[in-house]
């Protein structure tokens, strides 16, 4: 089920204001980590990522009487948000061609921010959805994906697309820059009924923009085809593993790209100890998820005794610094 579903999002509450066209409404996104292909994606790759829908952005958006100019109030975790995030709410209604109506918008999150688990795309995104169904429009999620990404540019000057893609989806999506997701097939891998992965945080915050500067030489230098040839090996074989079942195509996969994107540069001493302690607890594959400097490391399990790796892994890295993911 959906996480918009399971959080009844779009429920109509009373309109307070009396206003005519636009109704209080609650909505909600999900966080997001990335299989393989970031940064490569910037540059023509194709990437794979999956909904983290154990995190959530929600906000209640409630209209209120607009005299002149529309007035827009937010607060995110009981605090008013930067001009820069009541900036976003105005880009939303830009981008839906909605004319803009005074609002509040109280919102809570449990994505971190800065750690690559998509807190931007999910603001992004449940901004969008809000707006929309205050006046009664549900958008489908290639538009969500479309114009969150338009949102997006708020946070990382030129973002490909992914983070808002696969938020919008809330399915497993291969992407690539320019084209619509693709939601991919994900069976039961062989001799389990689930995927478990690991989500490690370092507990150290970067910027995207930064980082992206960071691995730019490299994937701007040298064979860049032959760079961006090895990624798109690496998404299909995470495409195919996932499709049939195969954690040995995953792990490969997510090996590959991980040792790529050490070569860029993005792997921090910290982020690599955090993969090292995976592999030490018996984790089939880890690497840097996201933007990289700082952030979190994905590692995937063995589904076939997930919950020993884990306990391996909290012993190694801090229980407090792992969370466990499934899919489907
Ligand atoms: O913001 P993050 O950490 O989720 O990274 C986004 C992924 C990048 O490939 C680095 C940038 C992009 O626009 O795709």
Redesign the pocket.
């Known amino acids: 089920m959906r996480l918009s579903e399971q959080n009844a999002s779009f429920e109509f509450r009373p309109n307070p204001a009396g206003l005519q066209n636009c109704q209080p409404v609650s909505a909600v996104a999900c966080g997001k980590t990335?299989i393989v292909g970031?940064?490569a994606?910037?540059y023509g790759a194709k990437a794979v990522a999956m909904p983290l829908t154990n995190l959530a952005m929600g906000v209640s958006l409630t209209p209120l009487p607009t005299r002149q100019s529309p007035v827009f109030k937010a607060m995110i975790g009981g605090r008013n948000v930067s001009d820069h995030v009541l900036g976003v709410i105005e880009d939303a209604f830009r981008v839906l061609k909605i004319r803009p109506f005074s609002l509040e918008l109280e919102g809570s999150s449990t994505i971190l921010v800065g750690a690559?688990l998509?807190s931007?795309a999910s603001l992004c995104v449940v901004v969008l959805k809000a707006i929309a169904a205050s006046v009664g429009r549900t958008l489908a999620p290639y538009e969500l994906a479309k114009y969150g990404n338009e949102l997006e540019k708020r946070f990382?000057g030129n973002?490909?697309g992914?983070?808002t893609a696969v938020v919008a989806y809330e399915e497993v999506v291969s992407f690539i820059k320019g084209e619509n997701p693709v939601p991919i097939k994900v069976s039961q891998p062989t001799g389990a009924a689930k995927w478990w992965f690991a989500i490690i945080d370092s507990c150290t915050r970067s910027s995207?923009i930064s980082?992206?500067k960071v691995a730019e030489p490299w994937f701007t230098n040298g064979d860049i085809a032959a760079k961006i040839q090895k990624f798109n090996i690496a998404s299909e074989q995470v495409i195919s593993g996932l499709a049939d079942g195969d954690a040995n195509l995953v792990k490969l996969g997510m090996q590959t790209s991980g040792d790529l994107l050490k070569q860029a540069g993005v792997v921090s001493q910290q982020l690599q100890e955090l993969i090292d302690g995976a592999s030490q607890a018996g984790c089939l594959a880890a690497k840097t998820t996201?933007?990289g400097g700082g952030?979190c490391v994905l590692a995937l399990l063995d589904p076939t005794h997930p919950q020993e790796q884990l306990a391996a892994l909290k012993d190694i890295v801090g229980a407090s610094k792992v969370t466990a993911v499934t899919l489907p």
Do not use: R
Request: proline share 5%; hydrophobic share 35%; net charge negative.
């Open positions: 990335i970031e940064h994606v910037v690559g998509g931007s990382h973002p490909s992914l983070d995207t980082m992206i996201g933007a952030g």
